[in-house]
């Protein structure tokens, strides 16, 4: 068993544009990906009106896409996500707790309605996003943290 972080960070200097996130064949504007120790992978998902739906993610594309951002190289095995958005041609990442992207997949499922999710789903995903962008400190700038995840003084 593991303690799952409660640091949420951003990258606010990562540019993305629409040929990475193509890349990553996602077929929708949300998605997290984590490193599965047991599997020795990382593993890509994004939210679905079935669930968390799993995307096929090879080795160079991650590093090719994911891997030169200084998010990457923090990221804990098993317990944090990288978090991605993309909307209105840009795209945001975050490193979070992994229990918040399994939160953000369960809200979605449970208010998708028609084709693109309707507008409770959107409204909803909007207010969760403004959440962790309230809660991320910029990568470099984060308080030191003591291996149970108190914050240190």
Same mark, same amino acid.
């Given at each position: ?7 949420? =960070?951003? *990258?606010? #200097?990562?540019?993305?544009? *629409?040929?990475?996130?193509e890349l990553l064949q996602i077929p929708v504007g949300v998605a997290f990906f984590f490193r599965n120790? &047991? =599997? *020795? ?9 079935? !669930? ?5 993610? *090879? ?5 090719? +896409?994911? !891997?030169?951002?200084? %998010?990457?190289? %923090? =990221? ?40 693109? !999710? #309707? &507008?409770? &789903?959107?409204? &909803? ?6 959440? +962790?962008?309230?809660?991320? +400190?910029?990568? #470099? ?13």
């Amino acid at each position: 068993f593991r303690t799952v972080p409660d640091r949420y =960070l951003s *990258d606010p #200097g990562h540019r993305w544009d *629409d040929e990475a996130w193509e890349l990553l064949q996602i077929p929708v504007g949300v998605a997290f990906f984590f490193r599965n120790a &047991a =599997l *020795d992978r990382l593993v890509a998902l994004y939210p679905s009106p079935a !669930g968390a739906t799993e995307s096929e993610l *090879d080795p160079e594309t991650w590093q090719r +896409v994911l !891997g030169a951002g200084p %998010l990457a190289s %923090l =990221l804990e095995p098993d317990v944090e996500a990288l978090l991605l958005r993309r909307s209105q041609g840009r795209t945001v990442c975050y490193l979070v707790p992994i229990d918040i992207c399994y939160e953000l997949v369960g809200r979605m499922r449970m208010l998708w309605q028609g084709f693109d !999710g #309707g &507008a409770e &789903a959107r409204s &909803a995903l909007d207010a969760f996003f403004a959440e +962790v962008e309230r809660r991320a +400190v910029p990568a #470099g700038r984060e308080p030191a943290t003591a291996p149970t995840g108190e914050r240190r003084p």
